[in-house]
């Protein structure tokens, strides 16, 4: 890429004349492709043509935008070489392909890529490919590609995805990432033989703390008590997620019963010591949890489903044997 870019100077970027120069033109005299050409840079889509090598025959002021260089710069340049390296094979290769073989059609996309800018930043873009028709070419195999910036809505997207993924009020991951997570390590856990742990925590009388101090330090204590569940994890392939209402689950990857024994402890004692004073309650406020931990290693339980039933179980006896207990089943 570094070669493509020496001549590449944002400073120079040229959005208007210089486009108007094409090699097409100059070179094949063809009055339809001109006509052509003088069209697309008029156009307010980003257009450039490509030959069968792929190389830039006409660039329009709007691509060289989103190239971020001068059109006239990318003449001669093999368009491939302004693609992320993921894309650039499989484009060399559809070229090649239809330069062995004429009768392969090379109408292609629309597709997202990425386009790399003269600043080395990239651009997402939606790119179709169409062969223009020999009629009008003069029997020259000539390609007009168009392209859309997506990065506003490829930016949206990932936000959105992200969001969709974590719990609102605490910002751990959801329910519905939790099973997503579950099924992955179950997976994984069976293929590797490794042993896959459970937790699952639930707030003791969280009832009364809302009822005491209001809903609204009743959300503020979730949310201390998901960072404190968060900071005990021993690596970013541990999950915690919301389960419920006041009930957080935990799935610990290649965690032994005895290591996720230690990491439940931890949660136990630094949700004890949390400090309440924070959210402007009185220093005295202090909050337990019940937990239930449930270990597959072997061939203990059938399903993910069934260890997180196990782990629901132990839950049940830590909250019926006093709470702030940690059973393991
Ligand atoms: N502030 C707040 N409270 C919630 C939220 N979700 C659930 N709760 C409350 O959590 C409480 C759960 O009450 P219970 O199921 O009786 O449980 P508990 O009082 O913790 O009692 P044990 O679990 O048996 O120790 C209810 O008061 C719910 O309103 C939430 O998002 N925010």
Known sequence: MSNNNENHSQQNVDTGVSALMNRISNTFNNEKISAIINVTNVMADAI?????????????PIAAK?????????????????LQEQYRDDYEYMFNSWNNNYQTPLNHGPKEVKVIKANGNFLDVELSISCLPTAITGNIPLFICIMHDISKHVKKYKELEALAKLDHLTGVANRCTLEKTMIKNWQECLTNKQPLSFILIDIDFFKQFNDSFGHVKGDKCLQMVARTIENCLPSNECLVARYGGEEFAVVLPRAHISNAEMIAKRIQEKILNINFRDIGLP???????????ACEYGVQYRTSEALICAADTALYRAKSEGRNKLCII
């Open 66 to 82: 989103y190239f971020n260089v001068p059109a006239d710069s990318l003449i001669g340049k093999k368009w491939q070489y302004f």
């Open 283 to 293: 220093a005295n406020v202090k909050i337990s949890v019940s937990q239930g931990l």
């Open 48 to 60: 450039f043509i490509v030959n069968a090598q792929g190389v830039f025959e006409s660039v329009n």
